[in-house]
């Protein structure tokens, strides 16, 4: 069974951190790019971060550059986003998800597989 499994998503106060964990089973992650999403009631799942598969390119959201980082562990079949100096405005369910790419590509239209989600809570 091919599945991504999110996990390490709590409740912080503003300027904390999180690291947020995506596993794949049943398919090696070394093929595809994987992104980050995030996505608030009400408003649509945008994207946070991204890294390639082979050479390891990133690219971040202009709301999150500086503070949360992306990588990956193919060895492992992982990917990580390390959250900090987090905001309220951070707030949602954070999903991650593989393009049908080696690098990564723009939007949700070309996901192939979607994490069940964790939710990131930023509130004093």
């Known amino acids: 069974q091919l599945q991504l499994v999110e996990s390490g998503g709590g409740s912080v106060q503003p300027g904390g951190s999180l690291r947020l964990s995506c596993v794949a089973s049943g398919f090696p992650l070394t093929y595809y790019a994987v992104a980050w999403f995030r996505q608030v009631p009400g408003k649509e799942r945008e994207g946070v971060s991204c890294i390639s598969s082979y050479d390891g390119t990133t690219t971040y959201a202009d709301s999150v550059k500086g503070r949360f980082t992306i990588s990956r562990d193919n060895a492992k079949n992982v990917v990580w986003l390390q959250l900090t100096s987090l905001k309220p405005e951070d707030t949602g369910t954070y999903y991650c998800?593989?393009?049908?790419?080696?690098?990564?590509?723009?939007?949700?239209?070309?996901?192939?597989?979607w994490g069940q989600g964790t939710q990131v809570t930023v509130s004093s």
């Open positions: 998800a593989t393009y049908d790419s080696n690098y990564c590509l723009s939007g949700t239209s070309q996901v192939d597989y």
